[in-house]
């Protein structure tokens, strides 16, 4: 075994590999911290979007239309570089978050997925039948009881599958975050490949680990699906 | 803080260099797109014909690459491309030293990005045209060509072209990452602007306004020719 181990080590792929996985932590504490977030304000903002205020609904519309019409490099950017640039919250509290690269990467991930997601979830809101509401109403739910017992139920049922995609997209969208000196596994990859001079050994490296992210990722989407979905299970019997 | 003056055209200012830089991003975007596009169609032809091979190579790569963030592609591609690159030409005798330019490697690796989701939205279209169609068309005595170009062809651009034009959304929202790659399109020209004038709030604003523009825009022409495409079915 520790000659298998020795012999392994002289292949660079597999000491990329654990130096990469150095990384893993940081990525998934990107995620950890922007996806919940981002599913909470993504439900909120999708409710507003579908509200009959119309000051509300244009306004986040308008947010919408912004994030999704703009590479997210240019958003980490202006937070990153630009915020910082601003005396006003350099002089604030907000400089002790947006000094650091992680809060900076958490903010820009956060708002760009709440944008994606809270579109997401409107398709889901506005595919809830009128019959399914209508039956609510007369069994006397008030407007909370039909949104938690009925509208949302439904509605996340119906979007996993494509909010399983936009987790997929995040995964990938961390990587990004490297950019801003934030080191997690493509920072640490692209390290390796300016000691070494060996890029595909330090990216593939990085490329299986994400790939295996992602895989768990879709295992995790496709449980929830199977869990929240009885009635389209095939029954065994 | 904001020198929204510096946007000026000529010396003074960045104008004219945001807009040649606006050119190349959409330069940029549309050629990886077209490539993307030919290279989705070998890949929807491979996933679709009765050979386990060219099946298994297909699905791979668009696994693959699906899974992988697209940094990490460019990154490959942008450093490790070269040396694929000269060992092909070492095999034809080719021994010089062979440098590719950012704008081939950037093109290239959105291109290898943008294939993979138009196959997809390529291969839904394709599987959506009804055959009794084809088979109506070869009772007709069409040729295989003919049945190509006159009843699949115009059906599966109508089917696809929503999907198409949200994978030149995502193309051309991915152009922004091969700056890193040194090519001056509008991200690296704003960075560095930014770093001559000591202003990044107004060149990213700027930068985010012209994406915004560019989006926006194309949308439109892409729900016209949507419009143009359904024409038969209003």
């Known amino acids: 075994m520790q000659n298998l181990i020795e012999q392994l080590n002289e292949y660079l792929l597999f000491r990329n590999f654990f130096e990469v996985i150095a990384g893993l932590d940081n990525t998934l504490l990107l995620l950890i911290i922007s996806l919940p977030i981002g599913f909470v304000l993504s439900l909120l903002f999708a409710l507003g979007r579908v509200s009959k205020n119309k000051f509300i609904s244009k306004t986040i519309a308008f947010y919408i239309f912004t994030i999704r019409g703009t590479p997210l490099l240019v958003q980490i950017y202006l937070i990153y570089f630009g915020l910082g640039s601003v005396k006003f919250i350099r002089e604030s509290f907000l400089w002790y978050l947006l000094k650091e690269p992680f809060w900076c990467g958490v903010l820009a991930l956060t708002l760009n997925t709440v944008a994606y997601g809270s579109e997401i979830f409107r398709g889901g809101i506005q595919s809830v039948t009128k019959g399914q509401i209508e039956s609510g109403l007369s069994l006397g739910f008030n407007r909370l009881m039909l949104l938690r017992k009925i509208i949302i139920p439904i509605a996340l049922r119906k979007v996993l599958p494509s909010y399983g995609n936009e987790l997929i997209l995040m995964v990938k969208a961390t990587s990004l975050v490297s950019l801003t000196t934030y080191m997690e596994m493509t920072g640490i990859a692209r390290k390796i490949m300016a000691k070494t001079f060996a890029p595909v050994e330090a990216f593939v490296a990085a490329g299986i680990l994400y790939l295996f992210l992602n895989f768990l990722m879709v295992q995790f989407v496709k449980y929830l699906e199977w869990k929240y979905n009885p009635h389209l299970r095939i029954s065994k019997t | ?234």
Request: some cysteine; charged content about 15%; glycine content about 8%.
């Open chain 2, 1 to 234: 803080m904001l020198k929204f003056d510096k946007l000026v055209f000529g010396d003074l200012g960045w104008g004219d260099e945001l807009l040649i830089a606006t050119l190349m991003t959409l330069t940029v975007s549309v050629l990886s797109m077209g490539l993307g596009l030919c290279l989705a169609i070998i890949t929807v032809w491979a996933k679709l014909i009765t050979n386990r091979i060219t099946r298994l190579i297909a699905n791979f790569y668009t696994t693959v690459v699906r899974g992988v963030p697209e940094l990490l592609v460019i990154y490959l591609i942008f450093f490790g491309g070269n040396a694929v690159v000269m060992g092909i030409a070492k095999i034809f005798g080719y021994n010089k030293y062979i440098e590719l330019n950012a704008l081939t490697i950037g093109t290239i690796a959105i291109a290898f990005i943008s294939a993979t989701y138009s196959s997809e939205v390529i291969r839904a279209a394709y599987l959506a045209v009804n055959k009794g169609q084809v088979e109506a068309a070869k009772a007709l005595g069409l040729s295989k060509f003919q049945i190509f170009m006159r009843v699949m062809g115009p059906q599966i651009i109508r089917h696809a072209l929503p999907g198409i034009g949200n994978v030149w959304q995502i193309t051309l929202k991915d152009t922004s990452l091969i700056s890193v790659t040194g090519l001056v399109e509008i991200m690296r020209q704003s960075r560095i602007a930014s770093n001559v004038e000591h202003s990044p709030l107004t060149f990213l604003i700027t930068a985010a306004c012209l994406y915004l523009f560019l989006t926006t825009f194309s949308g439109k022409l892409f729900k016209a020719l949507e419009l143009n495409y359904s024409k038969g079915y209003q």
